[in-house]
């Protein structure tokens, strides 16, 4: 069965926290990888690809590690706009369909 | 910034009655796809279409959903006499190349089945 799973949360974290979002995937076939953001009763909206090398935009950080199936997302100086579900999704062999994780919820609290 | 587009924001229906969910993608491209989401879980992948026929279904998109692309600019998605189970957000998304490469979405249609 193909699957993302993604930590539970919530993260409750202050205002310049430092936070860290973990993934894995099962289908070692998978090709490309996002983080994409909704916030509540919104559309998903891509937050970052996801690179083998790791990339970096601002205070956004993500990893990809293949050997371990596993994918990640740092936020650093965390601003309460940040306060949204986090979703891993993944793009399985070369096939055309996401498959998204369950989404790791954060709130940035004041 | 182009955008992909959804109508109507809000459905409500009887159940067993058909539902026509409309969607504009982004005018350049070439894929699109509707997914839903249930309330409080997770999105999922319905079908993607291609070049006028579609090019992957999930076991979700069974006999009772279809699509089309009617003209040049809408996106359809059919859902005949629904039940109560197929209340939930349904996203349109395109993306100019296939699933590799960045999915943009619409901002949904809710839809309530009673």
């Known amino acids: 069965r193909k699957e993302v799973e993604q930590d539970p949360g919530p993260f409750n974290v202050p205002e310049g926290a430092t936070v860290a979002f973990n993934c894995t995937y099962s289908n070692s076939a998978s090709q490309s990888f996002f983080w994409y953001r909704q916030d509540c009763r919104k559309e998903p909206k891509l937050l970052m690809s996801v690179y083998s090398s790791g990339n970096e935009d601002g205070r956004f950080t993500a990893q990809l590690n293949r050997a371990s199936q596993y994918i990640s997302l740092l936020i650093r100086d965390s601003k309460l706009s940040d306060s949204a579900t986090y979703l891993c999704v993944v793009n399985e062999d070369y096939g055309q369909n996401f498959v998204f994780g369950p989404g790791t919820r954060l709130s940035v609290l004041p | 910034e182009p955008e992909v587009t959804q109508t109507p924001s809000h459905q409500v229906t009887q159940m067993g009655q058909e539902v026509i969910l409309r969607c504009v993608p982004i005018?350049?491209?070439?894929?699109f796809y509707w997914y839903r989401q249930i309330l409080g879980q997770k999105v999922e992948f319905l079908v993607s279409?291609?070049?006028?026929?579609?090019?992957?279904k999930s076991e979700i998109f069974d006999d009772q959903f279809s699509v089309e692309r009617p003209d040049g600019s809408n996106f359809t998605l059919k859902i005949r006499s629904t039940k109560l189970e197929d209340s939930a957000m349904y996203f349109c998304a395109s993306s100019e190349g296939t699933g590799k490469e960045t999915q943009y979405f619409g901002p949904g249609t809710r839809l309530l089945v009673l």
């Open positions: 279409f291609y070049n006028n026929e579609i090019s992957e």
């Open positions: 005018s350049n491209h070439l894929y």
